[in-house]
């Protein structure tokens, strides 16, 4: 899995990894993440989001000695450079950065303004390169990202993948995604031989697990360092985003080795511009969890209007009172009923795995919901 580092908050980020990296190391995966845009290198020409009380360094910056010899051209040469990335790993010659591993597949990988990046590189340069096996676009917008290195370089506002492709295709969508800053909506396109989009209820651009993975492993470069964004933005959503791209990532491996393509999911309901939604606030349609069918809390994409930008992309969770617990779960019984069957459901329809649904039910089972565990 090569990730292409996302450089949004003005320093290299691996969202990718910090989501599914219980997958990755549990199931043999060879994961690098790639410096392709100027951003993480040197600070210039990245997209920078606003974050309050923080201060993101660059590489030259955060270690000026270490990176001190590299020089980026620019991110019109960052498509090359995830080209070039990919064929050192799967056709290794002086330099060999996975020592002796034998690659049979280089899956593709970025999130956010990188999958805006993975959009314009599945249409205008896998054509070409023809160095991936397939590709995990997740959190598009959409458009997709200049060629160029300038913000006033031309660029589609709404970009589709191109119809043509041999090679697997997975966008992978939370409710953030669909409208707001990033308005996938008017993306959208049929599932094909080689597309296969996910949309999935109850998630957020980032949420609390992206989060906690950024400050846990920050830490192991800058001990004490952490951001409290429930302090800027409120409570943030701490839904299910990271359990079904485990499943959305190990059934793209699957078929990029011959095996079946992903399940089409149904795509989230909308009502004008805005996702459609359940009396309690949860979103209609889309692919559904434990979270969203056996509810505890209401769980959005969605930000109170008026904070800061990045608050947007964490949604949101309000947790059910006493009285709707016990109206949904007379008995603890009751509840873990629900949760199972949400979990199975998940499972068979192709959207959990069953190492995850087992450690979802597990919590459900020691969890005091209604009010007292069993």
Known sequence: LVEWLNVSSGMEADPG???AHDLLLRDGYAYVGVS??????TGEGALRLDIPGFQAQSLKEWDRDRYAPLEHPGDAWSYDIYSQVAQVVRRPGDI??????????????GESQ??????TYVNAVHPLADIYDGFLVHSRGGGGAPLGDTAGDPVRAVARVRNDLCDPVLPFQTETDIFGILTFHPARQPDTGALRTWEVAGTAHADQSTLDYGIESGNEWRPGATIDF???CGALNDGPQ???????IASLTDWVAGGDPPPEAPPLEVAGEAVARDERGIAL??????AVDAPVSTLTGDATPGEPVICLLFGGVTPFDATTLLDLYPSHDDYVAAVT???DEAVEAGFLLREDADLVIADAEESVIPGTPR
């Open 17 to 19: 990894f910090g989501l």
């Open 36 to 41: 392709a845009q100027a951003g993480g290198v």
């Open 96 to 109: 060999d950065p996975l020592d002796g591993l034998d690659v049979e597949r280089v899956i593709a990988a």
């Open 114 to 119: 990188s999958a805006m990046r993975m959009v």
């Open 230 to 232: 429930t302090q800027i």
């Open 242 to 248: 990271s359990l079904v791209l485990r499943a959305a």
């Open 285 to 290: 349609g889309g692919i559904r969890t434990p």
């Open 341 to 343: 069957t949400a979990a």
